[in-house]
């Protein structure tokens, strides 16, 4: 990308003008892919104000009109997603909610469809579960309807992972097992690897929670081998942490206590290489899930002030930058399960 800007990424080349917007945009993609969500956020913002300004300077051309007005919008839905990744739930919010009222005023059925997903995955980090389902169901309605095939496997996984975090695996692997299933179809027309991974790595977690390592090992080395094939950052922590809960499961097996000490040293070793990622690309969220593992680890083996440590570490992410007390937008469930860890470290 950096070939389209021969001068710096803050002079922008001698392009049309029309397309300095969507050109910034997709910079900004590229830089999120690479776990760089800051730079992205950066780049969307001026994606933005780059389209505002040409709406304006290009305002009796009708076509360009609806055309900028999608690219403004699509930037905030962008921006909603950047921010998820750092954990500012209020800035995604807000951000989907200036996308939505875009997306309304020219009519962009498959946008809002894409901003009522995306709410529903704000939600479920919430904690409002029937309120997130409300709007992935409003989601899927319009998938089914335009036979979208591909955003509909998106749902499913949003409706997966919300079963994850609501604590039931059997509703989780019913969306996960729904979701691969559709992503053969969708393989006869086109590829969607990525859908692949996310569908792998959710059957591993919902079997190992069901069923145990042995039905979930070969899911998560599937999707582990498939994320890194195509350097998918943003998943290859989650990936390796669910990893390390197999791991710390067959700790807990009929297994002797030597190979017990292995599989908890295993599941540490596993734990902190997605700590890495996750500290590195800054995703708030991801950390807070790690921290209350390492946790949950050092409390099984009676390692207190580190299980505190991590609880503390685990809480402190999940709050987001606001007061649990005072404001919604924190991450609910993992502050709610390192409360738990702290109170059983007494």
């Known amino acids: 990308m950096h070939e389209l800007f021969p001068d710096g990424i803050d002079s922008p080349p ?4 029309l397309n300095q917007g969507a050109v910034l945009n997709n910079l900004a993609l590229a830089y999120a892919k690479i776990g760089q969500s800051r730079r992205a956020i950066s780049l969307l913002k001026r994606a933005i104000i780059t389209n505002k300004d040409l709406k304006k300077q290009f305002a009796n051309l009708p076509d360009f009109q609806r055309f900028s007005q999608d690219q403004i919008a699509l930037g905030f839905e962008n921006l909603s997603l950047r921010h998820l990744e750092l954990g500012d739930l209020k800035s995604a919010y807000d951000s989907l909610e200036q996308s939505k009222k875009l997306y309304n005023k020219v009519k962009n059925t498959y946008g809002i469809a894409a901003i009522h997903q995306l709410l529903g995955q704000l939600f479920s980090y919430l904690g409002q ?3 997130a389902e409300r709007y992935v169901q409003q989601s899927i309605a319009y998938c089914k309807s335009k036979n979208e095939l591909r955003d509909y ?3 499913l996984e949003t409706l997966a992972r919300m079963s994850l975090l609501e604590g039931d695996p059997m509703r989780a692997f019913r969306y996960a097992e729904e979701m691969r299933e559709k992503l053969e179809e969708l393989e006869e027309t086109q590829k969607f690897e990525g ?8 059957l591993g977690a919902a079997k190992l929670l069901l069923y145990g390592p042995d039905t979930a090992a070969h899911h998560l080395e599937e999707a582990l081998t498939r994320c890194r094939r195509i350097n998918l950052v943003e998943l290859e922590a989650r990936i390796l942490l669910e990893h390390a809960k ?3 499961t067959q700790a807990s097996s009929n297994v002797t206590d030597a190979e017990a000490v292995s599989f908890r040293q295993e ?3 596993l734990a902190m290489d997605a700590l890495r990622i996750a500290d590195r690309c800054e995703y708030r969220l991801k950390q807070a899930e790690i921290h209350n593992f390492l ?4 409390l099984n083996i009676g390692d207190l002030p580190k299980a505190r440590d991590n609880a503390e570490i685990a809480t402190e992410r999940a709050s987001c930058g606001v007061d649990p007390l005072t404001s919604s937008y924190y991450y609910k469930p993992a502050y709610e399960e390192a409360s738990r860890i702290l109170q059983e470290c007494g």
Do not use: N
Request: glycine residues 8%.
């Open 129 to 131: 579960f029937k309120k």
């Open 295 to 298: 946790a949950k680890l050092f």
């Open 246 to 248: 197999l791991a710390l």
């Open 153 to 155: 496997c998106i749902d």
């Open 267 to 269: 599941a540490e070793q």
């Open 14 to 17: 001698g392009m049309s003008k």
């Open 195 to 202: 859908g692949i991974v996310r569908a792998e790595w959710l």
